[in-house]
């Protein structure tokens, strides 16, 4: 994945960031979620910010914080709110307000690469199968379209998204 990525400019993987996140926002699940856990991307992942900065005013946005073996979901509050965290990750400092699991409407999620059967491949930290194992609530896989495989590895506890969005479908 990692050369795949590599084989494509920077600003051609930002103009396809922008047609999924408009795929996105145009899906009924997205208008209307109130509460809505994104992700801020780091270089190679699906870009989160423009999204994020268009929506976090209208809905509530919230942003994982990595906190020891899991993921903290926290109000995203503007760019004042974010430090640098894990990872090189831009994340919500700590003093931002943590929201109640049962808030949030709808969860979008980063992969290394996804599959047909909406099977996730992570980075080996099981930080969002942590997480997901606890939400029952949409969860959107996002990727570029040479990230999605007809098939992938897959462990037991790995979380399964509901639908995967890249520039060109949706699963």
């Known amino acids: 994945m990692a050369s795949l990525k590599g084989s494509y400019t920077k600003i051609t993987l930002q103009d396809l960031s922008v ?13 209307q979620a109130s509460c809505i856990a994104l992700y801020h991307a780091i270089s190679g992942e699906v870009q989160t910010a423009g999204l ?3 929506w976090y005013r209208e809905k509530k ?7 020891g073996n899991d993921l903290q979901l926290l109000l995203y509050a503007g760019k004042e709110s974010l430090k640098t965290g894990a990872f090189g990750i831009s994340e919500p400092t700590e003093d931002c307000i943590a929201v109640q699991e049962r808030e949030i409407d709808l969860i979008i999620v980063p992969g290394v690469a996804f599959d047909r059967q909406r099977n996730r491949l992570g980075r080996g930290k099981g930080f ?13 896989g996002v990727c570029y379209d040479f990230q999605l495989k007809d098939r ?14 890249t520039e ?3 699963v």
């Open 128 to 140: 969002y199968d942590r997480l997901l194992s606890t939400l029952d609530i949409p969860k959107i």
């Open 52 to 54: 994020i900065e268009k």
């Open 19 to 31: 047609k999924i996140m408009e795929r996105l926002e145009e899906m009924i699940l997205f208008r």
């Open 152 to 165: 992938i590895p897959v462990e037991p506890f790995d979380q399964k998204m509901d639908l995967i969005i």
């Open 168 to 170: 060109k479908e949706i």
């Open 61 to 67: 946005i919230l942003l994982p914080l990595i906190k």
